[in-house]
Protein backbone atom coordinates (compact mmCIF):
# COMPACT_ATOMS: atom_id res chain seq x y z
CA UNK A 1 0.00 0.00 0.00
CA UNK A 2 1.22 3.62 -0.93
CA UNK A 3 -0.40 5.99 1.74
CA UNK A 4 2.02 9.23 1.21
CA UNK A 5 4.42 9.93 -1.16
CA UNK A 6 7.29 12.37 -0.27
CA UNK A 7 9.94 13.57 -3.06
CA UNK A 8 10.80 16.19 -5.88
CA UNK A 9 7.61 17.82 -8.20
CA UNK A 10 9.16 16.71 -11.72
CA UNK A 11 5.76 17.19 -14.42
CA UNK A 12 2.54 19.12 -14.11
CA UNK A 13 0.16 17.74 -16.31
CA UNK A 14 -3.87 18.68 -16.82
CA UNK A 15 -5.09 16.22 -13.95
CA UNK A 16 -1.85 14.98 -12.81
CA UNK A 17 1.22 15.24 -11.62
CA UNK A 18 5.15 13.55 -11.52
CA UNK A 19 6.61 13.07 -8.26
CA UNK A 20 10.55 11.85 -8.61
CA UNK A 21 10.51 9.56 -5.28
CA UNK A 22 14.23 8.44 -4.60
CA UNK A 23 14.50 7.79 -8.44
CA UNK A 24 11.34 6.10 -8.88
CA UNK A 25 8.64 8.42 -10.49
CA UNK A 26 4.95 8.15 -9.51
CA UNK A 27 2.13 9.71 -12.02
CA UNK A 28 -0.50 10.56 -8.94
CA UNK A 29 -3.98 11.90 -10.26
CA UNK A 30 -5.25 15.26 -8.36
CA UNK A 31 -8.00 17.66 -8.35
CA UNK A 32 -7.73 20.83 -10.82
CA UNK A 33 -8.00 22.96 -7.78
CA UNK A 34 -4.95 21.29 -6.02
CA UNK A 35 -2.98 21.18 -9.42
CA UNK A 36 -3.09 25.06 -9.69
CA UNK A 37 -2.09 25.68 -5.64
CA UNK A 38 0.65 23.37 -6.33
CA UNK A 39 4.74 24.72 -6.29
CA UNK A 40 6.89 25.01 -8.61
CA UNK A 41 8.57 21.93 -10.91
CA UNK A 42 11.49 21.34 -8.72
CA UNK A 43 9.81 21.69 -5.27
CA UNK A 44 10.43 18.86 -2.69
CA UNK A 45 6.31 18.22 -1.56
CA UNK A 46 4.60 15.42 0.25
CA UNK A 47 0.83 14.25 -0.62
CA UNK A 48 -1.49 11.59 0.80
CA UNK A 49 -2.57 8.91 -1.63
CA UNK A 50 -5.27 6.21 -2.44
CA UNK A 51 -4.28 3.66 -4.86
CA UNK A 52 -6.89 2.17 -7.37
CA UNK A 53 -6.68 -1.61 -8.34
CA UNK A 54 -7.86 -2.29 -11.86
CA UNK A 55 -6.58 -5.72 -14.28
CA UNK A 56 -4.78 -2.81 -16.16
CA UNK A 57 -2.70 -1.79 -13.83
CA UNK A 58 -3.07 0.67 -10.44
CA UNK A 59 -4.01 4.22 -10.50
CA UNK A 60 -2.52 7.16 -7.76
CA UNK A 61 -5.00 9.58 -6.66
CA UNK A 62 -3.54 12.62 -4.44
CA UNK A 63 -4.19 15.08 -1.74
CA UNK A 64 -2.42 17.50 0.31
CA UNK A 65 -4.20 16.47 3.69
CA UNK A 66 -5.52 13.67 4.96
CA UNK A 67 -9.12 14.97 5.50
CA UNK A 68 -9.63 15.21 1.71
CA UNK A 69 -8.62 11.81 1.09
CA UNK A 70 -10.72 10.69 3.85
CA UNK A 71 -13.31 12.90 1.57
CA UNK A 72 -12.47 11.29 -1.46
CA UNK A 73 -13.08 7.68 -0.01
CA UNK A 74 -16.71 9.01 1.22
CA UNK A 75 -17.65 9.78 -2.11
CA UNK A 76 -16.11 6.46 -4.02
CA UNK A 77 -18.58 5.07 -1.39
CA UNK A 78 -21.37 6.38 -2.73
CA UNK A 79 -23.02 4.33 -5.73
CA UNK A 80 -22.61 5.08 -9.26
CA UNK A 81 -19.73 8.04 -7.90
CA UNK A 82 -16.05 6.63 -9.59
CA UNK A 83 -12.46 8.84 -9.22
CA UNK A 84 -13.06 10.58 -12.34
CA UNK A 85 -16.58 11.98 -10.65
CA UNK A 86 -15.09 12.52 -6.96
CA UNK A 87 -11.94 14.42 -8.58
CA UNK A 88 -14.68 16.35 -10.43
CA UNK A 89 -16.35 18.02 -6.94
CA UNK A 90 -12.80 18.34 -5.42
CA UNK A 91 -11.46 20.46 -8.41
CA UNK A 92 -15.03 22.46 -8.18
CA UNK A 93 -15.21 22.87 -4.51
CA UNK A 94 -12.68 23.18 -1.74
CA UNK A 95 -13.42 19.97 0.64
CA UNK A 96 -15.00 22.40 3.63
CA UNK A 97 -17.09 24.34 0.61
CA UNK A 98 -18.25 20.43 -0.42
CA UNK A 99 -18.59 19.26 3.39
CA UNK A 100 -20.73 22.93 3.80
CA UNK A 101 -23.19 21.77 0.75
CA UNK A 102 -23.18 18.67 1.66
CA UNK A 103 -25.05 19.75 4.97
CA UNK A 104 -26.89 21.77 3.63
CA UNK A 105 -28.37 19.69 0.78
CA UNK A 106 -27.39 22.04 -1.75
CA UNK A 107 -27.62 19.95 -4.69
CA UNK A 108 -27.30 22.82 -6.84
CA UNK A 109 -23.75 22.89 -6.05
CA UNK A 110 -22.63 19.50 -6.33
CA UNK A 111 -24.21 19.85 -9.97
CA UNK A 112 -22.23 22.47 -10.95
CA UNK A 113 -19.30 20.10 -11.06
CA UNK A 114 -18.47 18.97 -14.76
CA UNK A 115 -19.80 15.79 -15.07
CA UNK A 116 -22.02 15.34 -12.32
CA UNK A 117 -25.63 15.68 -12.93
CA UNK A 118 -28.72 16.12 -10.51
CA UNK A 119 -29.20 12.59 -9.64
CA UNK A 120 -25.97 11.86 -9.31
CA UNK A 121 -25.79 15.10 -6.84
CA UNK A 122 -28.73 13.92 -5.08
CA UNK A 123 -27.28 10.59 -4.21
CA UNK A 124 -24.55 11.98 -3.19
CA UNK A 125 -26.58 14.46 -0.18
CA UNK A 126 -28.51 11.02 0.40
CA UNK A 127 -25.65 8.73 1.02
CA UNK A 128 -23.84 11.44 2.53
CA UNK A 129 -26.06 13.34 4.46
CA UNK A 130 -25.08 11.45 7.63
CA UNK A 131 -21.49 10.58 7.40
CA UNK A 132 -20.12 13.59 6.47
CA UNK A 133 -21.22 16.70 8.59
CA UNK A 134 -18.93 19.98 9.74
CA UNK A 135 -17.43 20.62 12.41
CA UNK A 136 -16.69 24.57 13.42
CA UNK A 137 -13.52 25.09 15.69
CA UNK A 138 -12.50 28.97 16.37
CA UNK A 139 -8.83 29.79 15.43
CA UNK A 140 -6.84 32.78 15.13
CA UNK A 141 -8.78 36.39 14.87
CA UNK A 142 -12.01 36.32 16.12
CA UNK A 143 -14.78 35.54 14.37
CA UNK A 144 -13.07 32.89 11.66
CA UNK A 145 -13.46 29.07 11.69
CA UNK A 146 -12.91 26.42 9.63
CA UNK A 147 -15.02 23.09 8.86
CA UNK A 148 -12.85 20.05 9.99
CA UNK A 149 -13.70 16.74 7.85
CA UNK A 150 -14.79 13.54 10.43
CA UNK A 151 -11.70 11.15 9.74
CA UNK A 152 -10.12 8.15 11.77
CA UNK A 153 -7.06 9.82 10.55
CA UNK A 154 -6.88 12.70 12.69
CA UNK A 155 -4.42 12.56 15.80
CA UNK A 156 -0.79 11.63 16.67
CA UNK A 157 -1.10 8.37 14.61
CA UNK A 158 -2.93 9.36 11.12
CA UNK A 159 -0.82 7.79 8.89
CA UNK A 160 -1.46 4.52 11.25
CA UNK A 161 -4.98 4.88 10.95
CA UNK A 162 -4.72 5.13 7.08
CA UNK A 163 -2.59 1.66 6.73
CA UNK A 164 -5.25 0.59 8.97
CA UNK A 165 -7.87 1.61 6.67
CA UNK A 166 -6.26 0.49 3.74
CA UNK A 167 -6.50 -3.15 4.89
CA UNK A 168 -10.32 -3.10 5.87
CA UNK A 169 -10.33 -2.19 9.29
CA UNK A 170 -13.81 -0.38 10.42
CA UNK A 171 -13.26 3.11 12.03
CA UNK A 172 -14.61 1.84 15.23
CA UNK A 173 -11.92 -0.76 15.31
CA UNK A 174 -9.19 1.49 14.27
CA UNK A 175 -10.04 4.28 16.83
CA UNK A 176 -9.83 1.26 19.59
CA UNK A 177 -6.29 0.62 18.19
CA UNK A 178 -5.45 3.71 17.92
CA UNK A 179 -5.99 4.62 21.60
CA UNK A 180 -3.53 1.14 22.78
CA UNK A 181 -0.92 3.20 21.08
CA UNK A 182 1.86 4.82 22.75
CA UNK A 183 2.70 8.04 21.15
CA UNK A 184 6.32 7.42 20.98
CA UNK A 185 6.46 4.46 18.42
CA UNK A 186 7.75 4.80 15.00
CA UNK A 187 5.49 4.42 12.13
CA UNK A 188 6.63 0.57 11.30
CA UNK A 189 6.06 -0.21 15.02
CA UNK A 190 3.12 1.67 15.50
CA UNK A 191 1.39 -0.43 12.46
CA UNK A 192 2.70 -3.74 13.51
CA UNK A 193 1.19 -3.20 16.64
CA UNK A 194 -1.96 -2.02 15.92
CA UNK A 195 -2.50 -4.97 13.93
CA UNK A 196 -1.40 -7.75 16.77
CA UNK A 197 -4.00 -5.83 18.61
CA UNK A 198 -6.94 -5.42 16.13
CA UNK A 199 -6.01 -9.58 15.07
CA UNK A 200 -5.54 -10.67 18.92
CA UNK A 201 -1.99 -11.26 18.41
CA UNK A 202 0.10 -10.41 22.09
CA UNK A 203 -3.15 -8.89 23.90
Known sequence: MIIRLTGELVHLGTDQLWLDVQGVT???????RNLDAWPPLGTRCSLY?????????????GYPTMEERQLFLSLLGVSGVGARTALALLSHLAPDQLVSAIARQ??????KAPGVGK????????????????????????????IALPSVAAGPHGE????????????????????????????????????QHLSGVGG
Request: charged content about 30%.
Open 160 to 195: VALALESLGYEPDEIHDALGRLSPDLDLESAIRGAI
Open 49 to 61: THAIQREDGTTLY
Open 119 to 146: KTAERILLELREKVTPSRTRRGAAGTAT
Open 106 to 111: DAAALA
Open 26 to 32: YQVFVSR
